[in-house]
């Protein structure tokens, strides 16, 4: 405790503190978010289907009815102190509602505010201070609030030792008209200037205080700016009003409560970023889950590991009783095995990258002797297998069709122990749920066509985080893909953001800590078992994973504690996402600084070549700055990072986001 906070306690001989925002704070961006809440938590009730109206509008409504019942106060007794119950008179009248609902409204925005309180650590400990130093000590809070609900929300908060509570409506006196102080005083037969008032409120704690013969001190908290989450993909705007009321109500606590502080970098960005990000995800997991529910759901490596350890609560909560089992699968060990055509449009990422390979190293990936197919590769037009491939070199695209037969062999003779691994998993189950990070739907469609023979009456659906336009390839009939924040490549500007470098923050911070899946073995038990790869470079990256995705954990420990037993189907949204696309498209420098150095596979299915998202451009030329930006992952990143300060160099930037 501060020394100068002691001293002023010591020399007086009341303590008067503020409760809201002083000693006990809510969970949300700013008390009137509580009514919104009231709104979601009632929009799935048999109510909503009878007075759907009055439930849609109570936000709003709810509001109106405490101004007008002030107002009417005011005009009846120059005053405009008014009570719970009087506010809901007059949204009785406003809204026509019956006594039995109106019961409703209130019981509901009680218990919400009393879920939702948390305690300012600081304020137990001064009033540790002043009982030890034998003073005594009250709260005093200008509120419609019962007196005997505040003391309620005190004692929840552990402000049990106190010698009374003081709520303006009661008495009809305030702290912002310096009223309360002045019958504080007489209360306990004390002079103002006894009296040490400790509060948040610049002009109610202090300067009234201040005015009214009392000691004051202001007791301010770093608060986040007062904003509403951006809405994406043209969404309601109650949606996202209430999303980010609830996303800075639990950054506000994190902070509060010094969890910003205690944190690394990585984890604050996990924290603030990815947190509410991953619980939008597992929302509409949920909620889709709870809708189709499927006979089990695979989650699939190695993007699915966060979601993997987290979403079994999700369900829990809502009493979803599902399989749910991560199989460790990727596109290099489904790919090939599942080929029984030439997949023209499944192929192209198997030889395209940000960097440049041989010939011999694309074929060793795809599990052909390079030296066996020697006269097939000058056929296709290189000059030797020693020859480095151009990303999408249509050469390399002539080879491979050349030498379809052989990757048909080399794939039939994977097929059997892929197949068995995934079986299984995947047993007698009529209806199978698939959850992964998405984009175009490859190991789907690889699934589909490993299991389509044996299980002919096998319904799948895949639930990705986001899908390109380019998923639409992988489409089979009676089967089915979803995208949450970005469905086959809507909304535009979220793909766009996406492409330009979101697709490589999010495969970052989703990364599991093993390596990925380079194909299957038959294991001691008889059973199959994954093949992982080993790489030590991949191994930094993904510990750095492993603390972001610490503080998204916190996060999501947050949110289930207060916000875990509302319906997932009214808190579905794309603005948990909206400060991920921010961070993607407008980092700040420090962002774009500290992810700008992660790397990133190369070319899909391996991880032993990494290049930066958003390298420092170090070259003295300013010329090649376009080039280096057309390189880079994430552009954003690069233009924040390497901000471009000569007319030349400007000329290139525009050149390369052409």
């Known amino acids: 405790m501060d020394a100068s906070i002691n001293s002023t306690i010591s020399r007086h001989d009341l303590i008067s503190l503020d409760v809201f925002d002083t000693a006990i704070f809510r969970a949300i961006a700013h008390p009137t978010d509580v009514f919104a809440l009231v709104k979601l938590r009632l929009m799935t009730t048999t109510e909503a289907l009878h007075h759907p109206d009055t439930i849609n509008a109570f936000p709003e409504m709810r509001i109106h009815a405490e101004e007008q019942a002030r107002e009417r106060k005011r005009a009846a007794r120059n005053s405009s102190e008014v009570t719970f119950g009087e506010i809901y008179e007059e949204f009785a009248r406003l809204s026509g509602a019956d006594a039995s609902l109106i019961d409703l409204l209130k019981r509901t925005e009680l218990e919400l505010e009393e879920a939702l309180v948390y305690p300012n650590q600081s304020i137990h400990e001064l009033i540790s201070f002043a009982r030890s130093a034998g003073k005594r000590v009250i709260f005093c809070s200008d509120m419609y609030l019962p007196a005997a609900t505040v003391e309620k929300l005190l004692a929840r908060c552990g402000f049990t030792d106190h010698d009374g509570v003081f709520v303006s409506c009661h008495k009809a006196v305030s702290k912002s008209d310096g009223t309360m102080f002045r019958h504080i005083a007489s209360h306990f037969n004390v002079l103002p200037a006894r009296i040490a008032h400790f509060g948040d409120n610049e002009h109610g704690d202090y300067k009234m205080a201040k005015a009214a013969g009392c000691t004051a001190v202001h007791l301010p908290h770093e608060r986040l700016p007062d904003k509403v989450l951006m809405n994406i993909g043209h969404e309601k705007a109650f949606s996202g009003h209430a999303v980010g009321a609830i996303i800075r109500g639990l950054i506000s606590k994190w902070i509060i409560e010094g969890g910003s502080k205690a944190a690394d970098r990585w984890e604050r960005i996990g924290y603030r970023i990815f947190g509410p990000l991953f619980t939008g995800f597992m929302l509409w997991l949920t909620d889709l889950i709870t809708q189709t529910r499927p006979d089990r759901v695979l989650l699939l490596a190695r993007d699915s590991w966060f979601v993997s350890r987290n979403l079994g609560r999700f369900l829990k909560n809502h009493k979803i009783d599902v399989p749910c089992d991560y ?275 190369d070319i899909a299915g391996s991880t032993q070549k990494r290049l930066p998202l958003a390298p420092a451009f170090t070259s003295r030329d300013r010329g090649l700055y376009g080039a280096e930006l057309g390189r880079a992952y994430w552009k954003a990143g690069f233009r924040v990072r390497n901000r471009p300060n000569t007319p030349k160099a400007r000329l290139n930037e525009s050149d390369a986001r052409a």
């Open 327 to 601: 199989v460790y699968v990727s596109r290099a060990a489904l790919l090939l095995a599942s080929m029984t055509d030439f997949p023209t449009h499944r192929l192209w990422h198997l030889y395209s990258g940000k960097s440049n390979r041989t010939v011999s190293d694309h074929l060793r990936r795809l599990g052909l002797a390079p030296g066996m197919h020697a006269a097939a590769v000058r056929s296709a037009g290189f000059e030797s297998l020693d020859e480095v491939v151009k990303s999408n070199d249509p050469k390399m695209h002539k080879l491979l069709a050349t030498l379809f037969p052989a990757l048909l062999r080399e794939g039939s003779a994977r097929r059997p122990l892929v197949t068995e691994y995934l079986e299984q998993y995947v047993g007698d189950a009529r209806k199978l749920a698939l959850v992964d990070i998405g984009w175009c739907g490859n190991m789907q469609g690889s699934i589909l066509r490993l299991l389509g023979a044996a299980h002919r009456s096998l319904e799948v659906k895949g639930y990705y985080l986001g899908l390109h336009k380019e998923a639409h390839d992988n489409d089979y009939p009676g089967h089915s893909m979803r995208g949450w924040i970005t469905h086959y490549g809507q909304p535009d500007d979220c793909n766009r953001a996406l492409l330009e470098g979101g697709v490589e923050l999010l495969e970052f911070a989703m990364a599991a800590p093993h390596g990925t899946t380079l194909g299957y073995r038959r294991a001691a038990d008889g059973r199959v078992e994954p093949v992982l790869e080993e790489n030590t470079q991949d191994a930094e990256y993904c510990a750095l994973a492993a603390r972001v995705q610490k503080g998204a954990e916190q996060f999501l420990d947050d949110f289930m504690k207060y916000f875990g037993d509302f319906p997932a189907e009214v808190l579905i949204g794309r603005a948990w996402a909206a400060d991920f696309y921010r961070l993607a498209s407008e980092p700040t420098r420090e962002e774009a600084e500290l992810l700008g150095d992660l790397t990133h596979s």
